[in-house]
Each structure stands twice: as structure tokens, then as C-alpha cells.
């Protein structure tokens, strides 16, 4: 019989000991890993790793949202914020200049939906439109993680996708857009081949779905 994990486990941040143990294992796949405090840092830590004019795209994410993060790139005038310019663009005439800009910005940044503890990221997507750039269109990514978001394997990730995250992302697009979402793509990170290429900021609070 196999056993279930409590709901809990999917909102409550994880302890120091298993951020150490998800910041190993991510090293040890040549990610490069920073345990930060709350959001707060992590605001700030963003705007030092991405230099000033990049092109940067940002993934739709509660966690950029409420940190302060996708406003800090996509309207304060840093960077070449991709975001902005697509809404901007027109998609019956334009739509193979928008999926280049989408797949090969100087950074990507966003969130995950879940981290493993033996170093992988999960992130799932309805529309898919960010995870070239995360899985290697980028030159360099950035994920801002919750410590909530820790889970024990690849199992345990497809689970928080699919009875925490989605349920919780069909009712915010069902507000805004007015239809439900939908897990379309899912994207596993296991390494980064190029070390130094993929940044992932873990937190010790909760934030984000």
C-alpha cells in the first residue's frame, strides 16, 4: 500500500535541515543554490544577479507577484522586459517573433512548482510559453522557490501539481480570465549542464502556490 502524503506537507515550509539536504542535492546537479531568508532578499538578490538592459522574461507566478519581483522587471525600467512587449505585439501577425523573444531571453526568471529533496525541479504549464527558456533557450534562469515547495521525490512533485497547485491556479485564471487551468506541459529539471547557467533562490518562508 503506498503511502500518502499529508496535505500539510504541501503548505508548510519546509525545515533548515531539508532546505540544507535540497541545496546539496542541487549543487551536486550544478545548479547554483542560495538559502535566503524570505522574499524580501530574494527581491533584492534578483536585481543583483540580472545586469541592467538584459532582455528578461518572467514565467507566470504567484511567487514573482507577490514578492514584488515582476514588477521590479517588467515595469521598472531595468531591463528589456520581454513581458510587456509581447502583450504589446500583435498574435495573428506576429507570432513567430514572439515565440523567439519567449524561448531565448538574456534570463528567465520565475518560479517551480515543486523542488525535490533529491535535487530536481518540477514546474508545470498550462500554455508551455516559458519552459524553453528555462530548459536552455535562456542564457541564464532563476528560480525563486518557497520553502513550502519541498518535497521528498518525483512522485511527491506530480502529486503537489496536480491536487495543490492546479486547484489553486484554476481558481486565480477562472477570476482573471474567466476558464479554469490546465497542467498542458510538464518540465523536470534533473541538472543544469552548464554550471553557473541556473540560478535557484530557496527560501525559508512560504510564498506562492
Not at 539536504?21 to 551536486?28: D, F, P, R, W
Not at 486547484?167 to 479554469?180: D, K
Request: net charge negative.
Amino acid at each position: 500500500m503506498t503511502t500518502r502524503i499529508p496535505e500539510m506537507s504541501f503548505t508548510e515550509p519546509a525545515s533548515a535541515p531539508r532546505l540544507a539536504q535540497v541545496a546539496a542535492a542541487l549543487t551536486e546537479h550544478n545548479f547554483t543554490v542560495e538559502i535566503l531568508n524570505d522574499a524580501a532578499a530574494a527581491r533584492t538578490r534578483v536585481q543583483e544577479l540580472i545586469p541592467d538592459g538584459a532582455s528578461v522574461f518572467t514565467g507566470a507566478s504567484e511567487t514573482l507577484r507577490l514578492s514584488g519581483i515582476d514588477e521590479d522587471i517588467n515595469a521598472g525600467g531595468r531591463y528589456q522586459a520581454v513581458k510587456p512587449r509581447v502583450l504589446a505585439m500583435d498574435r495573428a501577425t506576429q507570432t513567430d517573433e514572439i515565440r523567439r523573444m519567449l524561448a531565448v531571453p538574456d534570463v528567465a526568471v520565475g518560479s517551480v512548482a515543486a523542488v525535490t529533496e533529491t535535487g530536481s525541479l518540477v514546474i508545470a504549464s498550462g500554455s508551455g510559453s516559458q519552459l524553453p527558456g528555462y530548459a536552455g533557450g535562456a542564457a541564464r534562469a532563476i528560480w525563486i522557490v518557497g520553502a513550502q515547495k519541498v518535497v521528498p521525490d518525483l512522485s511527491a512533485a506530480l502529486r503537489r501539481v496536480e491536487e495543490h497547485c492546479l486547484p489553486l491556479e484554476s481558481a486565480r485564471t477562472q477570476a482573471v480570465h474567466g476558464w479554469p487551468s490546465v497542467v498542458s506541459r510538464l518540465l523536470v529539471l534533473n541538472a543544469e549542464p552548464f554550471p553557473g547557467r541556473g540560478t535557484v533562490l530557496l527560501l525559508r518562508e512560504a510564498i506562492g502556490f
